[in-house]
Structure formats: structure tokens, C-alpha cells
């Protein structure tokens, strides 16, 4: 049985209700990204090293 995701809010999500923003849910090979309006829709999901490039590459140019 594969273990159920462990979502986490972004820290940028805004004040009023926070819904504003993407959930993430890390593991050892992949990353998923999915719309907190919209749990229940697809998720995204790319390789953890993909994410971490994407993030640093964020970091550098904000």
C-alpha cells in the first residue's frame, strides 16, 4: 500500500482564508503540486530534482 501524501501549504499563501495558493507533497523521487481551490483535481507531479532546480532557479530571479 503506497502511504498518502503529506500536503503542505506554501508559506506566500496569503492572508483572508489562504486558499490562494499550491499545496506540495514531497517524497524520495517525485514532487506533486496541486491547487488548494481544487484539491480534488489533478495533480502535478515531477521529479524531485525538477522541483528543486525550479525552486533554486525562483530563488535567483524573484
Known amino acids: 500500500m503506497t502511504p498518502a501524501p503529506n500536503w503542505r501549504k506554501s508559506s506566500y499563501s496569503g492572508g483572508n482564508d489562504g486558499d490562494n495558493c499550491v499545496e ?9 503540486i496541486r491547487d488548494t481551490k481544487a484539491r480534488a483535481r489533478a495533480t502535478l507531479t515531477v521529479p524531485s530534482t525538477a522541483f528543486a532546480a525550479f525552486l533554486d532557479a525562483l530563488k535567483r530571479h524573484p
Open 24 to 32: 506540495v507533497a514531497t517524497g524520495p523521487t517525485h514532487t506533486a
